[in-house]
């Protein structure tokens, strides 16, 4: 299977804990998205990364949210001191970055849990 | 800045019968809209785009929209719904190519 893949698909974790997901995009695709969903609401961007460099970050993104993809495929999103409000779907994308014309390919999410 | 309106937050139709589901845009550039669908435990599926070329864009599995500039609208039909086209549809608005933005999504449920 080469579409997008995320690790772990489900992570129940306690309040105050870190947590790390990791998504590896299609390979030719140099732009990747980070994304969280609750449940009955749409997707809300996080953060997008071009390659290596990250090129926008949402004022959702708390100080506690980091985001890296440092050679410019996989990507890793970090929570640090969860919250229980942390809990959704993180959802990761990629593109091949055309303007304008670009298809996000989503992976099936990792479901956080924080009790 | 750019934000997406989905009117409906629930439309309930019979198998067979006409879809429609309402998004209207805000955007202050020319933007690129897509449908995208959410099956139960499933990732989200692109259904359609528009960027800037026919303004009735068609997708898979029947689903059409068509891009209304002075209305700011892009709702998505099918003429006849099937049980299988049950789920959450998402619309999306991207002015650069860069930022995708989702609507709050409307849930579509087929009736036998």
């Known amino acids: 299977d080469t579409g997008v893949s995320q690790d772990p698909r489900h992570k129940i974790t306690k309040r105050g804990q870190n947590v790390t997901f990791r998504c590896d995009p299609i390979?030719?695709?140099?732009?990747l998205y980070w994304y969280r969903q609750t449940l009955g609401q749409g997707p809300e961007f996080l953060t997008y990364f071009q390659n290596e460099a990250q090129l926008e970050k949402s004022r959702l993104l708390s100080d506690r949210f980091s985001a890296e993809r440092p050679k410019g495929s996989f990507s890793t999103l970090e929570i640090q001191r969860t919250e229980q409000g942390d809990s959704a779907m993180y959802l990761c994308?990629?593109?091949?970055?055309?303007?304008?014309?670009?298809?996000?390919?989503f992976g099936e999410g990792s479901r956080l849990t924080v009790l | 800045a750019q934000s997406v309106t989905q009117l409906d937050s629930h439309v309930s139709v019979s198998e067979g019968t006409p879809v429609l589901l309402r998004c209207n845009y805000s955007s202050s550039y020319s933007p690129s809209l897509f449908w995208y669908v959410q099956h139960p435990n499933k990732g989200l599926q692109l259904l359609l785009k528009y960027t800037s070329a026919a303004t009735l864009v068609k997708g898979i599995n029947g689903f059409e929209a068509e891009f209304k500039k002075s209305e700011t609208s892009f709702h998505l039909t099918k003429p006849s719904a099937h049980m299988s086209d049950a789920a959450e549809y998402f619309c999306v608005v991207t002015p650069y190519g860069q930022n995708f933005v989702f609507g709050p999504g409307t849930r579509l449920s087929v009736l036998p």
């Open positions: 994308a990629s593109t091949p970055g055309r303007v304008n014309t670009g298809e996000l390919f």
């Open positions: 390979s030719e695709h140099n732009r």
